[in-house]
């Protein structure tokens, strides 16, 4: 169901809507409270989202009933605009609301593939709750059987909504099919870290050899590394304290601590683990080394990082791009932009090929010294040398055109990058800030149209960035569209977000949507996957 205001709405279907509607005709009792703008006699007819909606009363209740529009997902003849199948499936995820969309999936008679559903998830892995109901459909599919990454992407999906209890049922699922593996696991660990759900990780860990998957090596250091980049390195440090007499450190598993504790920040202790690593007699690789310029750089010990870099072809490893980038984004921070473009040029000598990660310290370096000139002419370089651009690229400048107040130049490269590179969440929440913040709702809303005719799921930031301009600008109506939607595709809106929402909800005196609203998202966080 969507908060939309059926005065603005509202048509009669045509005749030839009526000819073409298909023989089903779903029907739910609402038990919840519905908006205001819902409850105003006893019969409502509304269009939403290419769906013919019904609202009647059933005795002492109100019945909710819809319709397909023309066959929209069930004609040939639409499913042939599309050459490719996931795409079609994509856009009817996007503009099916929820409850309809098995129906609209059914109707559409696409034959889906393994590479199909774990594609289509992985574009709605912003979007838990469609995603799970995509999820659900495809595995009553004839011949068709889940893949091992199909689960996985279910599983990120349902854990970044924090579903934990289906997610183990998955696992169960992989578990009864005999598909688990080390990696679900991994994924796991990883989720709960995030959601500094230390002892859930841990716990993760220590019953995978129920589920017939014995921890090694890999597993011990998978759970480090979750801690580690959770800011959780003392924690990690502690379990490494613990367990390693019971698996065997590697250079990776010390590389991980390196990298926590240089992250943290604290320089002494990763010089500490390093100086273990190697009383070990276990020797630094490649990944070590570009770890430890990496801490040095970001402890601004510039110095002390060129003289690891200078020193790593005496234990026989040859400086990466990846190391050379640190070192060109470190002077780039620093505004020593010569000494950035000598650190880029002695890469170069050395033979060591460019790619877009170093390029796009090298833009970055060029950005803070206000030298977009330089910026352009480096864009040139990756093309005549065949090294694409990508989101980060866009990013990087988009982010420095409006830093300085040229928002009309950031717009325009926009526009360009577009044509080159796959923009990212941050490429449309940064557009759709920057004209929020100009007044330009207007604009906001055509990058919005435009983000999701790419079929690009938003995140929850971007939704709250939308949120929050439409109530800057006193759009209550528009911004609860926005926050219905957000929580339909099971995406949890920010407290503050909210906050501020429900403040104009009772400055207006809608009570009624903010109650409804209220529910929605308690229904999201209890039991967001069920009708």
């Not at 929820?98 to 574009?123: K, N, W």
């Not at 892995?125 to 004839?142: D, H, I, L, P």
């Not at 068709?144 to 279910?154: D, E, G, L, N, R």
């Not at 070192?327 to 950035?340: K, N, W």
């Amino acid at each position: 169901m969507h908060l939309e205001n059926p005065r603005t709405n509202t048509r009669t279907p045509s005749a030839e809507e009526k000819e073409s509607r298909p023989s089903c005709y779903l029907k739910l009792t609402v038990r919840r409270a519905l908006p205001p703008i819902r409850r105003r006699g006893l019969v409502l007819n509304w269009v939403s989202k290419n769906m013919i909606f019904k609202i009647q009363k059933c005795g002492e209740r109100l019945c909710l009933g819809w319709r397909m529009l023309s066959g929209k997902y069930s004609s040939s003849e639409h499913i042939r605009q599309f050459s490719d199948p996931t795409k079609a499936i994509c856009k009817i995820m996007m503009s099916c609301p929820t409850l309809a969309l098995d129906t609209a999936l059914d109707q559409s008679g696409i034959r889906i593939s393994p590479e199909m559903v774990e594609e289509v998830l992985m574009r709605f892995q912003n979007a838990g709750m469609v995603a799970y109901r995509f999820f659900e459909w495809a595995g009553k599919q004839r011949n068709y059987t889940h893949s091992v990454k199909a689960y996985h992407a279910m599983i990120e999906s349902l854990a970044k909504i924090r579903q934990y209890q289906i997610m183990w049922e998955l696992v169960n699922s992989m578990r009864a099919k005999r598909m688990q593996n080390m990696e679900t696991f991994s994924i796991i660990m990883r989720k709960y870290a995030r959601a500094q759900k230390v002892e859930e990780a841990l716990y993760t860990f220590n019953v995978m050899e129920k589920y017939d998957c014995a921890p090694n090596l890999a597993a011990f250091n998978g759970l480090l590394s979750a801690l580690c980049k959770s800011k959780n390195v003392r924690k990690a440090q502690e379990i490494f304290d613990k367990m390693k007499d019971r698996f065997e450190p590697d250079s990776k598993t010390y590389s991980i601590l390196i990298d926590g504790w240089g992250k943290d920040p604290n320089l002494p202790k990763a010089r500490e683990v390093f100086r273990e690593m190697t009383d070990a007699g276990c020797n630094p690789d490649i990944v070590t080394y570009g770890i430890m310029v990496d801490v040095f750089c970001k402890a601004g010990r510039v110095d002390e990082a060129i003289e690891i870099v200078r020193g790593m072809d005496d234990s026989g490893c040859t400086p990466t791009s990846f190391i050379y980038s640190v070192l060109v984004h470190t002077y780039g921070v620093e505004h020593r932009i010569e000494d950035a473009v000598d650190a880029f040029l002695e890469m170069e000598r050395n033979g060591i090929k460019a790619d877009v990660v170093v390029y796009n310290a090298l833009i970055g370096a060029f950005c803070k010294a206000n030298k977009f000139k330089n910026v352009y002419r480096v864009l040139n370089d990756m093309d005549s040398k065949g090294v694409k651009p990508n989101s980060r690229t866009c990013n990087i400048i988009l982010n420095s055109l409006i830093d300085r107040g040229e928002t009309d130049e950031a717009f325009s490269v926009f526009r360009k990058m577009i044509k080159l590179c796959e923009p990212d969440a941050d490429t449309y929440t940064m557009m759709i800030k920057m004209f929020c913040e100009k007044d330009e709702l207007e604009m906001a809303l055509k990058v919005w149209k435009y983000m999701k005719q790419r079929r690009f799921v938003p995140s929850m930031h971007t939704y709250s960035v939308l949120i929050n301009g439409l109530c800057e600008k006193g759009n209550t109506s528009k911004a609860c569209v926005f926050l219905e939607e957000m929580i339909e595709k099971g995406i949890r809106p920010a407290g503050v977000t909210f906050g501020r929402l429900r403040q104009l909800l009772i400055k207006e005196r809608r009570e009624d949507v903010l109650n409804f609203l209220n529910e929605k998202i308690n229904l999201l966080v209890k039991e967001p996957l069920f009708d």
